[in-house]
């Protein structure tokens, strides 16, 4: 069966220092990734998807960024994070049905 | 844009009580589903619907899918304390075409 990793699940940092979340895949191959934010327990927004190695489409501007180096790892990336990155950041991966999404990181930062 | 507006943003019941969750768009989806969330965690998909009429059942969760795909509800029958969470509707264009998430509704089932 599929599982999906990610860590750490939190994290607090201050303002203007980096940020590295990572993600990872088990039990598929090269699956469609996605990285969503949450804002206070509310709906979801999409910041980026990958379809393959080293393939990013970003869906919002912002100070962030994604890598794909492997199949089956997907990084979120920041050099400097503001105040408004703090948030529910969500790794997942999709078939035709739907979403899995793994644990989630609790963003806060300081 | 496509927008999923979901009904009520908040929920709080007593165990036992029915109740129905709603989600509504201007626009077409090929397939609409449903995701729980408990606080701390990821989503859990609960359900696809992709046939307009369509209605599916999950023990005491019933889900529909408009006849005109631009909505869906989700009724839950003699609601009990580990319905609690976070409902999620999300709308898709098909196969993987973008999907858009709705709202949300906060349900707190009450012992």
């Known amino acids: 069966s599929q599982t999906i990793h990610q860590w750490p699940a939190t994290l607090v940092q201050p303002v203007g220092s980096p940020l590295s979340l990572e993600c990872t895949v088990e039990g598929t191959s090269n699956p469609n990734l996605y990285w969503y934010r949450q804002a206070a327990g509310r709906g979801l927004q999409l910041l980026f998807y990958s379809v393959g190695i080293g393939q990013i489409s970003s869906e919002v501007p912002q100070n962030l960024s994604a890598s794909r180096p492997q199949d089956r790892q997907f990084i979120l990336s920041s050099k400097k994070l503001l105040l408004s990155d703090s948030g529910f950041y969500l790794c997942?991966?999709?078939?035709?049905?739907?979403?899995?999404f793994g644990s989630g990181t609790r963003l806060t930062v300081v | 844009t496509q927008l999923l507006e979901q009904s009520p943003q908040f929920l709080s019941i007593q165990e036992g009580e029915n109740l129905t969750v709603y989600c509504n768009s201007s626009?077409?989806?090929?397939?609409l589903q449903w995701y729980r969330q408990e606080p701390g965690e990821g989503p859990v998909l609960l359900v696809t619907?992709?046939?307009?009429?369509e209605v599916k059942k999950l023990k005491r969760l019933t889900f529909q899918f408009g006849d005109a795909r631009k909505d869906s509800s989700l009724h839950i029958t003699a609601a009990q304390p580990g319905d609690t969470g976070l409902y999620l509707c999300a709308g898709g264009a098909g196969g993987y075409q973008k999907v858009t998430f709705g709202t949300g509704t906060k349900l707190q089932v009450i012992p």
């Open positions: 619907v992709v046939t307009g009429g």
């Open positions: 626009s077409v989806f090929s397939s």
């Open positions: 997942a991966w999709r078939d035709p049905v739907g979403y899995t």
